[in-house]
Structures are given as structure tokens and as C-alpha cells.
């Protein structure tokens, strides 16, 4: 008989952990674990905005599938269709012809994806801030407009390299800011002529508040401390254009800028929407309490891309979050391996923990079971706790070591942003 294969879409945070339970918990020939992603790696979230920092080495928040993952097929490519009528996927690898994969278990889990707004000019100018990539290219792109700002005798130039814009109050873009603001500042000292005063840093938030997730109280606190830095939060405030990286507000005010990030929110990975899935009005996969697609009984889907019935809050679904997403993953593995043996599956039941977030070096906020914490205790908390939350010894010591070496040693100022055109002084070099 043929050995059952379970393929899972998706190697962040619940295609990852599930594989990793899976690879531990199945016996010997009693599946196959195919895991399929665009990258080789898991990239671990919340440390992002402290890789764009330069806190933490960007290569150390990442995890290599291929190490962790060593009883499963990695296939590092993009799945374009998922179907559930024949139990087939097409996946498209980097190089070569697609192919067709057929699999007896589902578990979708693409994530989601920036949910961008039709304003004119943001797609041209706009970056985000959910991948690794996207946070190397902004720290090398802060460090680099401090260098065009310091070698330039033009006062629009400059006002426009030192001017920093984003979009969006939820805890990507308020703890990305922060950090590097807080990167920004400290740098500015190494730069001839710059100081902090010559520096505008924009947050712009459509509600009247920012870190939802820390709750009220917290966020009013938080976009007081960010206005003590200097930094301006514009609440109740829309982008309105950003044609030529000329920003336009809803309240009025207009104003150039080289660097405008959006993190406006998320939405499920449009990949659901591109087969026969069951999806909400929401774009979500609709699963039940044990993260089972309706009407099946061999696919599953859990993390940002589904809609998990929250059942510490009847009625309402799980948000998408790093908390949420673990500990699905555990749950749906086991359920993968019960359906697998024909046993009984279980509900996904967590009640929500709280949020931690870090502003910047020795400054945090955070609510954990309804506990308020500011300032250093709740940023050592968020160090803690995510330290704790890191996949694998080895990635916990080297961020360990990065975070120790830190206290000792100033941070990195240099703007590798030239990285991204490696072969632009060999060819000049051969025209010339
Ligand atoms: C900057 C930032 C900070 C955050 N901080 C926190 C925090 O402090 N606390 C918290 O709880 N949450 C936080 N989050 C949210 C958290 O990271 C997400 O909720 C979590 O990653 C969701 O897990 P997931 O497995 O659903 O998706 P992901 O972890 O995003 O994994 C999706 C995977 O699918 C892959 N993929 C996508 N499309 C395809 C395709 N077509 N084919 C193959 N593979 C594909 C992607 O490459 C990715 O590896 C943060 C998010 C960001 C962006």
C-alpha cells in the first residue's frame, strides 16, 4: 500500500511547527510530510523590527527548513492552486517546469499578505514590512538616506531623505518605527550635520488609536511616549496619495519623502482563493473548531489564512497572530496524525495571553492577562518572552550573543544597500 502524504502549504509558523510535530510524533512509513514555500526558511516575526535595527543579526531570526525539517521533502517554490476535488496542488519551483503534487492530507498555510489600499502612488513607492528581505532593505534604506542627507548641500533633498513615513498603528508598524527611530537617532551622531531635530518621523493611523493589541490604555500611553520622541502620530488621519513619493494627507497637510512603509493591516493569502477551498466573505478558509475545512475530512488550514472559531469567545474567530498561530499548529498535527489512525479529533481552545512590544533599545509596552507593563520591565519581558518562543538552541544563542555583544559594542551604522546591485561596479568596471 501506498504510503499516505500529507502536504502542508506554507512553512511559516503553522506549516513549520506542524511539520515539526508530525516529523516527531509519526511512526516510521506512516506518512510522508511534504512542506512547500517560497523560501528555504521560517521567518520568525516579531523580531523583525529589532533585525531592521541591527539588535539582532538578520540571518539569526530566520530558521532553516531543511535542518529542522530533516524527515520531510522541502520544496522551495510557489503553490499556485490548491484543489480539494481531486486532492491534487500545482507548484511552481523557482526554476523548471511546474508540477502537479497529489497529496490523501491538506494543511493550508500561506499566512496572509499586506492589505494595500487603492491609493495612487502607494504600490510604486510603498515597501512593507513582513518579510526579512523587506526589513534588511529598509534598515539599509534609513542608514542610506542619513548618508544622502549628510553629503548633500540641497535642503530639499535632504528634508526629503530625513523625512520617514508610516502607515499604519498596529504593532508592525509602531514597533518598526520605533526601533528604527531609535536606530536613527543614535546613528545620527556619526553623521556630520544631522541631529535628531533635523529627523521627521510620521505615524499615521486611520483610528483614534494605535497597538490595539495592547489595549487602550496602552496605546494612548505608547503614542504619548512616541510624541515625547519627537515622532508625530496622526490619528483619525488617511493616506491619501503618494504619487511620486509626494505624501498627501487627509487632513491637509502635504509633504515629500523618500521612505514610506505600509503596514496597514493584513489580509488571508489570496492562494486560498484560487482553487475549490470553502472561503468566508473575509477571504478566510473556513474550518471548524478542530481547524477541519468544512465539508471535508482530509484537509485542514489554520494561522492567518483561516477563519478558527475562537472558543474563549463564542461567536468570534481567533485574530491573526504569532500566539494563535503556534499553538493551532500543535493542535492541527495532532488531529492530522488522529484522522490519519482514525481516532477522534480535538478543539482548538486558547484564550489569548496578551501582547508585548518593543520600542526601541530598553523601551516596551505590554498587557499579559490584563497585567500593564512600560518602559524597561515589559521591553525585557518582550525579549524574554520571544527569546523563549525562538525555534531551535541554536538560533536562541546566537540572537543571545547579538543582544549581549550589544551592551558592549555600539550598533552597526553602515548601509549595505549597494548589496542589492552586486554587479553594478563589475559592469561599469568592464564599459569602462
Ligand atoms: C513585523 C511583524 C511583527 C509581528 N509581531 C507579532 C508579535 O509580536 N506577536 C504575535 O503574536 N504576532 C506577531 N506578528 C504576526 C505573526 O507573525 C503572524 O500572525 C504569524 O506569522 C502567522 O503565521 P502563519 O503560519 O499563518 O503565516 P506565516 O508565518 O506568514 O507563514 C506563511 C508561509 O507561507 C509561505 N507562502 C506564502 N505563499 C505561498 C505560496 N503561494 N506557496 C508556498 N508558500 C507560500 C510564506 O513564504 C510563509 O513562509 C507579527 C507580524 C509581523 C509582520
Known amino acids: 500500500m501506498a504510503v499516505p502524504r500529507i502536504l502542508i502549504v506554507g512553512g511559516?509558523?503553522?506549516?513549520?511547527?506542524?511539520?515539526?510535530?508530525?516529523?516527531?510524533?509519526?511512526?516510521?512509513?506512516?506518512?510522508?510530510?511534504?512542506?512547500?514555500?517560497?523560501?528555504?526558511?521560517?521567518?520568525?516575526?516579531?523580531?523583525?523590527?529589532?533585525?531592521?535595527a541591527g539588535?539582532?543579526?538578520?540571518?539569526?531570526?530566520?530558521?532553516?527548513?531543511?535542518?529542522?525539517?530533516?524527515?520531510?521533502?522541502?520544496?522551495?517554490?510557489?503553490?499556485?492552486?490548491v484543489r480539494l476535488a481531486d486532492r491534487k496542488a500545482e507548484f511552481e519551483p523557482h526554476e523548471g517546469p511546474a508540477l502537479t503534487i497529489a497529496y490523501d492530507y491538506l494543511v493550508m498555510a500561506p499566512?496572509?499578505?499586506?492589505?494595500?489600499?487603492?491609493?495612487?502612488?502607494?504600490?510604486?513607492?510603498?515597501?512593507?514590512?513582513?518579510?526579512?528581505?523587506?526589513?534588511?532593505?529598509?534598515?539599509?534604506?534609513?542608514?542610506?538616506?542619513?548618508?544622502?542627507?549628510?553629503?548633500?548641500?540641497?535642503?530639499?533633498v535632504r528634508r526629503r531623505a530625513l523625512t520617514f513615513v508610516f502607515v499604519g498603528g498596529g504593532y508592525a508598524g509602531v514597533e518598526a518605527l520605533a526601533e528604527l527611530e531609535d536606530m536613527a537617532a543614535d546613528a545620527c551622531k556619526y553623521?556630520?550635520?544631522?541631529?535628531?531635530?533635523?529627523?521627521?518621523?510620521?505615524?499615521?493611523?486611520?483610528?483614534?488609536?494605535?497597538?490595539?493589541?495592547?489595549?487602550?490604555?496602552?496605546g494612548r500611553w505608547t503614542a504619548q511616549q512616541l510624541r515625547e520622541r519627537g515622532i508625530e502620530v496622526r490619528m483619525k488621519t488617511m493616506l491619501k496619495s503618494a504619487e511620486g513619493c509626494h505624501i498627501v494627507l487627509s487632513d491637509g497637510e502635504e509633504f515629500d519623502t523618500d521612505t514610506l512603509v505600509w503596514t496597514a493591516g493584513v489580509k488571508p493569502h489570496p492562494l486560498v482563493?484560487?482553487?475549490?477551498?470553502?472561503?468566508?466573505?473575509?477571504?478566510?478558509?473556513?474550518?471548524?473548531?478542530?481547524?477541519?475545512?468544512?465539508?471535508?475530512?482530509?484537509?485542514?488550514?489554520?494561522?492567518?489564512?483561516?477563519?478558527?472559531?475562537?472558543?474563549?469567545?463564542?461567536?468570534?474567530?481567533?485574530?491573526?497572530?504569532?500566539?494563535?498561530?503556534v499553538r493551532q499548529a500543535k493542535t492541527l498535527a495532532d488531529n492530522v496524525l488522529a484522522t490519519l489512525r482514525g481516532q477522534p479529533r480535538r478543539p482548538y481552545r486558547h484564550k489569548y495571553a496578551g501582547s508585548v512590544a518593543s520600542l526601541g533599545l530598553y523601551k516596551g509596552v505590554a498587557q499579559i492577562y490584563g497585567r500593564e507593563?512600560?518602559?524597561?520591565?515589559?521591553?525585557?519581558?518582550?525579549?524574554?518572552y520571544h527569546l523563549t518562543r525562538m525555534p531551535t538552541f541554536n538560533k536562541k544563542t546566537r540572537i543571545l550573543m547579538d543582544?549581549?555583544?550589544?551592551?558592549?559594542?555600539?550598533?552597526?551604522?553602515?548601509?549595505?544597500?549597494a548589496i542589492e546591485e552586486p554587479r553594478k561596479e563589475f559592469t561599469l568596471s568592464a564599459r569602462s
Open 12 to 52: 511559516g509558523y503553522v506549516g513549520m511547527y506542524t511539520a515539526l510535530r508530525l516529523q516527531r510524533r509519526l511512526r516510521r512509513g506512516e506518512a510522508l510530510v511534504t512542506v512547500a514555500d517560497l523560501d528555504s526558511y521560517m521567518t520568525y516575526q516579531p523580531f523583525l523590527p529589532e533585525a531592521a
Open 55 to 81: 539588535s539582532i543579526e538578520a540571518r539569526h531570526v530566520v530558521v532553516p527548513l531543511r535542518r529542522v525539517l530533516n524527515r520531510c521533502q522541502i520544496l522551495s517554490g510557489r503553490i499556485t492552486q
Open 111 to 156: 499566512g496572509s499578505i499586506s492589505r494595500l489600499l487603492p491609493v495612487p502612488g502607494l504600490a510604486d513607492n510603498g515597501i512593507g514590512f513582513k518579510t526579512i528581505e523587506e526589513a534588511i532593505a529598509l534598515r539599509n534604506h534609513v542608514l542610506g538616506r542619513l548618508d544622502v542627507a549628510a553629503s548633500t548641500p540641497d535642503p530639499e
Open 191 to 218: 553623521f556630520e550635520g544631522i541631529s535628531r531635530a533635523d529627523m521627521r518621523w510620521v505615524l499615521v493611523e486611520a483610528t483614534d488609536r494605535i497597538l490595539p493589541e495592547v489595549g487602550p490604555d496602552m
Open 273 to 325: 482563493r484560487a482553487g475549490d477551498l470553502p472561503v468566508d466573505e473575509k477571504g478566510r478558509v473556513r474550518v471548524d473548531a478542530a481547524m477541519r475545512m468544512h465539508g471535508t475530512d482530509f484537509a485542514f488550514a489554520a494561522g492567518d489564512c483561516a477563519a478558527v472559531p475562537d472558543l474563549t469567545r463564542p461567536g468570534e474567530f481567533c485574530p491573526p497572530n504569532a500566539q494563535h498561530a
Open 373 to 384: 507593563l512600560r518602559g524597561f520591565p515589559a521591553w525585557f519581558m518582550h525579549r524574554t
Open 403 to 417: 543582544w549581549t555583544l550589544g551592551m558592549f559594542f555600539p550598533r552597526e551604522i553602515v548601509s549595505l544597500g
